[in-house]
């Protein structure tokens, strides 16, 4: 199958700072998403980001597909962006759905 | 997320016995997922389906076993609980199509 592969697997930053997670993939593939995990455990998609780059507020998101690897950029981080930032890739099956295949995360961490 | 909801929330239940997840959807979306979350490895995809009465297994389908007789349930079944069944256990929901997962709160399972 394919290997997922992020780093760092743990951040630290000061309240204000930029960051960049990495996320390496395998194999050629068809989807490729983003999840932030909070301190709650509750999962938030942040991207579905296949190819190109995509922008949300302070967070924005580049995969250069035929390289097989994503970056997340977070900028001037806050406390709430704490937590840990999954990337996810898949490729369309037969059923026509995509079975996400996660890396095992970046714990973030961002202290006042 | 408001358009997915798992139920319970948290369950403790003694080893042998048989318990059931439920995952039920608002979305009318196609696509449903099972997810185990452990420390040290990620989310792994455990069964999915890709539409009423249609199922396949996951990565980590030894154990359990699904079923979804409508559109908006999903149901996971532990056939005969064991201790190395005690995780986080997650439900997505997919559209048909480019979209992203939307994932439920989660259930977590103890099993003693």
């Known amino acids: 199958g394919i290997q997922v592969e992020q780093s760092p697997p743990d951040l630290i930053l000061q309240e204000g700072a930029n960051s960049t997670l990495r996320c390496n993939f395998s194999?050629?593939?068809?989807?490729l998403q983003w999840f932030h995990q909070n301190p709650w455990g509750q999962l938030i998609n942040l991207f579905y980001?296949?190819?190109g780059t995509k922008q949300n507020g302070r967070l924005s998101a580049t995969t250069v597909a035929t390289e097989r690897y994503s970056l997340l950029y977070i900028s001037s981080s806050q406390t709430t962006d704490s937590g840990v930032y999954f990337c996810?890739?898949?490729?369309?099956?037969?059923?026509?759905?995509?079975?996400?295949?996660f890396g095992k995360g970046t714990k973030l961490s961002v202290i006042p | 997320d408001a358009g997915i909801t798992q139920s319970p929330r948290h369950k403790v239940t003694e080893t042998g016995t048989p318990v059931t997840l439920r995952c039920h959807q608002t979305?009318?979306?196609?696509?449903m997922y099972w997810y185990r979350q452990d420390p040290g490895h990620g989310l792994r995809l455990i069964h999915y389906?890709?539409?009423?009465?249609?199922?396949d297994k996951g990565e980590v389908s030894d154990g359990y076993s699904v079923s979804r007789s409508k559109t908006e349930d999903f149901l996971l079944t532990l056939e005969s609980a064991t201790s190395s069944q005690t995780s986080v256990y997650f439900c997505?929901?997919?559209?048909?199509?480019?979209?992203?997962?939307?994932f439920g709160s989660g259930t977590r399972l103890t099993v003693v």
């Open positions: 997505a929901i997919s559209g048909t199509g480019v979209t992203g997962y939307t």
């Open positions: 194999d050629s593939v068809n989807n």
């Open positions: 980001i296949p190819s």
């Open positions: 996810a890739v898949g490729i369309l099956s037969g059923a026509g759905s995509y079975q996400l295949t």
């Open positions: 979305e009318n979306h196609r696509y």
């Open positions: 389906s890709y539409g009423v009465k249609d199922t």
